[in-house]
Nanobody, 116 residues
Framework: QVQLVESGGGLVQPGGSLRLSCVASGSIIVINAMGWYRQAPGKERELVATIISGGFTEYGTSVKGRFTISRGNAKNTVYLQMNSLEPEDTAVYYC??????????WGKGTLVTVSS
């Protein structure tokens, strides 16, 4: 079992920045990858960014060059630095962990609103 807790969401103006954090607890030794997905009202959940144990990263097309995913030194924390935010980035952002056993876990989500 893995528990994920996100933080850092909020209201920001267009062009601004936010940093999301996700802390994993439980069976963290079996986590192979951690990442962020988002879901806007009326839309499907989509990949924002993911990072695997070896450090390889993957980004969704709409956030490339603006968002950066990273892991903390303790490896149970993942961050998402979001710059140049646009109203289209408004969504609930979910932390995700994939285990080497194939299991997938989700956090409860944190709301990011980009509006003037």
């Amino acid at each position: 079992q893995v528990q994920l807790v996100e933080s850092g969401g909020g209201l920001v103006q267009p062009g601004g920045s936010l940093r999301l954090s996700c802390v994993a607890s439980g069976s963290i030794i079996v986590i192979n990858a951690m990442g962020w997905y988002r879901q806007a009202p009326g839309k499907e959940r989509e990949l924002v960014a993911t990072i695997i144990s070896g450090g390889f990263t993957e980004y969704g097309t709409s956030v490339k060059g603006r968002f950066t995913i990273s892991r903390g030194n303790a490896k149970n924390t993942v961050y998402l630095q979001m710059n140049s935010l646009e109203p289209e980035d408004t969504a609930v952002y979910y932390c995700n962990a994939k285990l080497i056993t194939g299991g997938i876990y989700w956090g409860k989500g944190t709301l990011v609103t980009v509006s003037s």
